[in-house]
């Protein structure tokens, strides 16, 4: 069984550009769930989608939004980059909220991006 | 609020050595599930396990056990007999919905490092 897929693995942008970070979750699973890991400040919580629509959302500013396809996949966005942006990007995925509930969220192996 | 500590940065012990990485949280509910995930060099988040609030049973799997008592608010990690393939950062994890979905919230990690 494939696990939890993402794209890039690493990607260098500058100040004020936009990025956008994907992940294919593993068949089956419909949440997925998006972290971000940056120096100093731990993992931390940023999205979760389920069957299409966002679900919950961590304390990040509105330039972070995603959007997750019919197929289950997901994208993380993010507008007008900044250097604190810079971190490891992880996506993960669990079965449907409410089916398999006790099932843990599975992660991909990141994209860690970098803000010059 | 929800919140997790491990007080333990950096833990660095030669190998065969057993080794315990402690983990604490806080939480206002009564239901709640608590992880733990691996995170070799790699970045990927290994799930370790699972336990929710209601079974405190210890448990066991080969040379890993996990020490969960709601009396002290803790849930702590052991490796027996550790081995340099254990070396990596290891994260407890807190979450007040089934499976996290309403995201998990991450002590700050403790990394370890078996030495040969």
Redesign the interface.
């Known amino acids: 069984e494939a696990g939890v897929t993402q794209s890039p693995t690493h990607l260098i942008k500058t100040r004020g550009q936009q990025v956008t970070l994907r992940c294919s979750p593993i068949s089956g699973h419909t949440s997925v769930y998006w972290y971000q890991q940056a120096l100093g400040l731990g993992l931390q919580f940023l999205l979760w989608y389920d069957e299409g629509e966002e679900r919950n959302r961590g304390n990040f500013p509105p330039r972070f939004s995603g959007r997750q396809f019919p197929n289950y996949s997901s994208e993380l966005n993010v507008n007008a980059l900044e250097l604190e942006d810079s971190a490891l990007y992880l996506c993960a995925s669990s079965p449907r909220w409410g089916e398999g509930a006790n099932q843990p969220q599975h992660f991909g192996d990141g994209t860690r991006l970098s803000i010059l | 609020a929800q919140k997790v500590t491990q007080a333990q940065t950096e833990i660095s012990v030669v190998e065969k050595e057993d080794v315990t990485l402690d983990c604490v949280y806080e939480t206002r509910d009564t239901t709640y599930y608590l ?1 733990w ?1 691996k995170q070799p060099p ?6 370790l396990i ?1 336990r ?1 609030s209601f079974d405190e049973q210890n448990e066991i799997s080969g040379r890993y056990s996990w020490n969960f008592q709601k009396s002290t608010s803790s849930f702590n990690f052991t490796i027996t007999a550790s081995q340099v393939v254990d070396s990596a950062v290891y ?1 407890c ?1 807190l979450s007040e ?13 403790t990394h370890l490092i078996i030495q040969p």
Request: charged share 15%; no cysteine.
């Open positions: 992880f995930y790699s970045g990927e988040l290994v799930f699972r929710n994260f994890a919905a089934p499976g996290g979905a309403d995201g998990l919230t991450f002590g700050k990690g």
